[in-house]
T-cell receptor, first 112, second 118 residues
Framework: GAGVSQSPSNKVTEKGKDVELRCDPISGHTALYWYRQRLGQGLEFLIYFQGNSAPDKSGLPSDRFSAERTGESVSTLTIQRTQQEDSAVYLC??????????FGQGTRLTVV | AQKITQTQPGMFVQEKEAVTLDCTYDTSDPSYGLFWYKQPSSGEMIFLIYQGSYDQQNATEGRYSLNFQKARKSANLVISASQLGDSAMYFCAMREGARGSTLGRLYFGRGTQLTVWP
């Protein structure tokens, strides 16, 4: 498709389990962002990839969170040993130097 | 310091009236872009309007216009002739670096919940 694709759209997991969230950016977009949005709240920055530069990981809340991106393609956000406070919608966005950021539909994560 | 400040947690406007949503920003980079996004209850993020720091004129997109006051570092969104479908959360965002250059991080404000009543 032409837009940013995130999978899964919904994920329910048990506390303590690991989860992996996937983001397929728009082809050719050099930058990719991950945000977390808790219910009724704003967007909390997690991590930012820009081309082949070292990612900006300053928003990752703990060492349970990690993310990877290979080149300018797919990114995965991994949360290890999930906790109930990790429950949120995880949004991915991609952009190129000449466009606004395009967002995926998000992954709704529920930790039970 | 906050990069983007939205001081209005909630705003109410009557249908067909105009409304202004406030946004101030903080940067020392001379090149930056300002964005507004709309997030309805469905959760999708919808891009509304963009203003570059070197743009001489205020950006407009249909019923949306951006009141850009560079010296005051404000980028208020004006919605004219409000419609019921405008009820949503609105986010102001900033990205440092000029359009067409290496991209910087995208900073968001906390958002303003707009409610349009009939």
């Amino acid at each position: 498709g032409a837009g940013v694709s995130q999978s899964p759209s919904n994920k329910v997991t048990e506390k303590g389990k690991d989860v992996e969230l996937r983001c397929d950016p728009i082809s050719g977009h050099t930058a990719l962002y991950w945000y977390r949005q808790r219910l009724g709240q704003g967007l909390e920055f997690l991590i930012y990839f820009q081309g082949n530069s070292a990612p900006d990981k300053s928003g990752l809340p703990s060492d349970r969170f990690s993310a990877e991106r290979t080149g300018e393609s797919v990114s995965t956000l991994t949360i290890q040993r999930t906790q109930q406070e990790d429950s949120a919608v995880y949004l991915c966005a991609s952009t190129s130097p000449y466009t606004e950021a395009f967002f995926g539909q998000g992954t709704r994560l529920t930790v039970v | 310091a906050q990069k983007i400040t939205q001081t209005q947690p909630g705003m109410f406007v009557q249908e067909k009236e105009a409304v202004t949503l406030d946004c101030t920003y903080d940067t020392s980079d001379p090149s930056y872009g300002l964005f507004w996004y709309k997030q309805p209850s469905s959760g999708e993020m919808i891009f509304l309007i963009y203003q570059g720091s070197y743009d001489q004129q205020n950006a407009t997109e249909g019923r949306y216009s951006l009141n850009f006051q560079k010296a005051r570092k404000s980028a208020n969104l004006v919605i004219s002739a409000s419609q019921l479908g405008d009820s949503a959360m609105y986010f102001c965002a900033m990205r440092e670096g000029a359009r067409g250059s290496t991209l910087g991080r995208l900073y968001f404000g906390r958002g303003t919940q707009l409610t349009v009543w009939p």
